[in-house]
């Protein structure tokens, strides 16, 4: 089969408006944020896929999943388009994307049993704006909230910024339907709990396109209650400060939905009209009054039992009105590609990796130190630090920032930049056995470590693979790693 045959094929499945061909949009759906730069100076190296199609029924997802696994077809699923990790990626002749923007529908709301079910093509902002209509959350909110889709937050395992109290993805997906390469529709029935096996969720969960198409989500509903936020914000002396305070509110049991510690150059960016070069605590506790009040207690106990490292208490409206305007929406994100046209800047690249308590201070200042000393560009940096946003009883992330002067050629930029900084980051993290990844996905720019990352367990990923996809048409090259993706990956 060629281009031409296999866009012939699709033309007898689905109606013209299902199927996109136009050559801009072709070039866009090549690769995604990873290669922003890249991408924006015209300089892409990857192949274009065939088509985007975007199918209106589930039926329609199973078919074209079978014709594409009977002929060897690539297929890259989409949703919102904000991957960060090469997701998005093209790295085949013969590719489909397979795009969500018909599987729009909100299907139910059940605020009874404290559910709602959508379509993955739904945009999170947009249930969200329903469910708080009748006083209720979903709890997620990832920055990407206005603009990413349940299909593509589902198979990257996000997280949202509240995440301390309503958890990730995976603590709010009741059910979900799902669909094959062999054209197989799966349902995940929508039950509390249950014991029947293992989770079978979660191989749909986290599969970033590379094992199945999710169709359908359903997830949890929490009550929601804004009128008692709180806020509280800390000038600490430095990031292990920070840190011990996060374990100290965490072990002891309270669930703030935000809990996060900055290093001076990250809370820089952030809090510039008051971080005073300093490292920043912050935290927001939400919920029943009588939760938000206890969660304070608890936060200012910790907050006291570590007051040799507080330098200054912060007006917690600053910390509120800084929230407010956290979120991305889909003009920041043309905003910012607009300025690269003109700009050799790069700003907002990052790596998130999570290890248990002690390590994470210990990967933080090697990958410092030795980005400092063995970055051979470290002297075009303009920012380097990172935050802990996500917390847990046993550990935390650290998310990895760094913006630089581009002195190369656009298609030299991330071989030369963000290829070597990543390395560093990831090097550490799995030197000191966290995990290299916390919640961007894989992607197709971290798939050289997938092996070491999961050590012995990598056999039960790969089986996974062989099982569902056995003629590997599902994202070539994501997660799992490919010789013949190398050439695009250095
Ligand atoms: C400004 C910005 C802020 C961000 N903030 C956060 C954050 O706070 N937390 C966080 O976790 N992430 C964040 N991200 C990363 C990104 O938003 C998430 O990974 C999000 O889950 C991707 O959703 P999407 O709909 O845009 O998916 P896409 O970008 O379209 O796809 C992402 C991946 O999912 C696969 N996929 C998409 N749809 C399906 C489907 N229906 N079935 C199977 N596979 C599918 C794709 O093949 C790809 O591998 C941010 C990104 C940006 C640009």
Redesign the pocket.
């Given at each position: 089969m060629n281009r031409e045959t296999l866009l012939a094929e699709i033309k007898k499945m689905l109606s013209a408006d299902q199927i996109n061909t136009n050559p801009d949009d072709l070039y866009d759906a090549s690769a995604?944020?990873y290669k922003k730069y890249a991408k924006v100076r015209k300089v892409l190296n990857v192949p274009q896929p065939v088509a985007i199609v975007y199918p209106k029924s589930v039926h329609e997802v199973s078919r074209l999943l079978k014709f594409c696994n009977e002929n060897g077809i690539n297929v890259?699923?989409?949703?919102?388009?904000?991957?960060?990790?090469?997701?998005?990626e093209n790295w085949k002749e013969l590719t489909l994307v397979?795009?969500?923007l018909y599987?729009d529908k909100i299907l139910k709301v059940d605020y009874y049993n404290m559910q709602a079910t959508v379509q993955?093509?739904v945009?999170?902002q947009q249930l969200e704006d329903v469910v708080r209509e009748m006083g209720f959350t979903t709890g997620h909110?990832?920055?990407?909230?206005p603009?990413?889709?349940?299909?593509?937050?589902?198979?990257?395992?996000?997280?949202?910024?509240f995440s301390t109290l309503y958890g990730?993805?995976e603590d709010m997906v009741v059910g979900l339907e799902?669909v094959f390469p062999n054209g197989h529709i799966a349902r995940i029935k929508n039950v509390s709990r249950r014991a029947g096996g293992p989770d079978i969720r979660h191989i749909?969960i986290g599969?970033?396109?590379?094992?199945?198409?999710?169709?359908e989500v359903t997830v949890k509903l929490f009550k929601y209650f804004p009128q008692n936020n709180a806020f509280y914000g800390y000038l600490i002396k430095d990031v292990e400060t920070g840190i011990s305070i996060l374990r100290e509110v965490m072990v002891n049991g309270y669930r703030p939905s935000v809990a996060r510690v900055y290093s001076e150059g990250d809370a820089g960016q952030h809090f510039y009209h008051f971080h005073d070069g300093k490292c920043v605590l912050i935290f927001m506790a939400e919920g029943n009054a009588d939760i938000v009040a206890a969660t304070g207690k608890g936060i200012e106990a910790a907050v006291e039992k570590f007051s040799a490292g507080i330098l200054k208490k912060v007006d917690s409206k600053l910390i509120e009105d800084w929230f407010n305007h956290l979120?991305?929406s889909q003009k920041?994100?043309d905003d910012?590609i607009e300025g690269m046209k003109e700009q050799d800047y790069h700003a907002?690249f990052t790596t998130?990796i999570s290890a248990d308590w002690e390590t994470i201070p210990l990967i933080y200042n090697n990958v410092m130190r030795r980005i400092r000393t063995e970055f051979p560009r470290a002297k075009d940096l303009t920012l380097l630090g990172g935050h802990s946003?996500h917390s847990y009883i046993n550990g935390t992330n650290m998310y990895f920032v760094y913006n630089y002067k581009i002195h190369c050629n656009p298609e030299d930029e991330l071989r030369i930049y963000h290829h070597p900084l990543q390395t560093i980051i990831v090097e550490e993290t799995l030197k000191l056995g966290g995990s290299m990844c916390?919640?961007?996905?894989i992607?197709k720019y971290r798939n050289e470590w997938t092996k070491e990352e999961h050590g012995s367990a990598y056999y039960m990923l790969e089986t996974l693979k062989k099982a569902f996809d056995p003629n590997g048409i599902?994202?070539f090259g994501?997660i799992f790693p490919q010789e013949d993706g190398k050439k695009y990956q250095k």
């Open positions: 995604d944020r890259i699923p989409r949703g919102g388009k904000t991957a960060t990790e090469g997701g998005l397979i795009d969500a599987l993955a093509g945009p999170l909110s990832p920055q990407s909230k603009v990413a889709k349940f299909g593509g937050l589902v198979s990257t395992r996000s997280i949202g910024q990730g993805i799902c749909a599969n970033e396109g590379t094992l199945c198409y999710i169709t979120n991305w920041d994100i910012e907002g998130e946003s916390h919640h961007h996905g992607g599902m994202n994501t």
